[in-house]
């Protein structure tokens, strides 16, 4: 999960992507960098499709009280609760485990409003 050389060339934009990336506090902001990146540099690589992917848990799961840690592997994701418990998810994708809780809020918040 990194922005590739091949990608932005230049060290210093790519840097400053990079922290951009690193520093957005809610999804819309990353939405809005990946439409930027795509704007000036064209179809993401899946390594950045991954490190934004990541970024968008990261600020998803962030909201949890529970969540202490999420860490991007190659093989998979692991997160660190607050009680020090490990949930690794070997063979899932950032991409994957961020659709997989926005169905599960989604389902969520439709169950409350049918209540």
Avoid: W
């Amino acid at each position: 999960a990194f922005i590739p050389e091949s990608y932005i060339k230049d060290d210093t934009t790519r840097v400053g992507f990079y922290n951009q990336i690193s520093e957005a506090k809610d999804i819309e902001r990353l939405n809005e960098i990946k439409e930027e990146l795509e704007d000036r540099f064209g179809r993401l690589p899946c390594e950045l499709e991954t490190f934004i992917y990541g970024m968008k848990l990261k600020v998803l799961f962030g909201q949890q009280p529970m969540v202490q840690e999420i860490v991007i592997e190659k093989d998979g994701v692991k997160i660190v609760t607050d009680k020090r418990e490990t949930l690794t998810f070997r063979k899932l994708s950032p991409k994957n485990l961020l659709n997989l809780f926005l169905e599960i809020t989604e389902d969520t918040l439709k169950q409350n409003h049918d209540s």
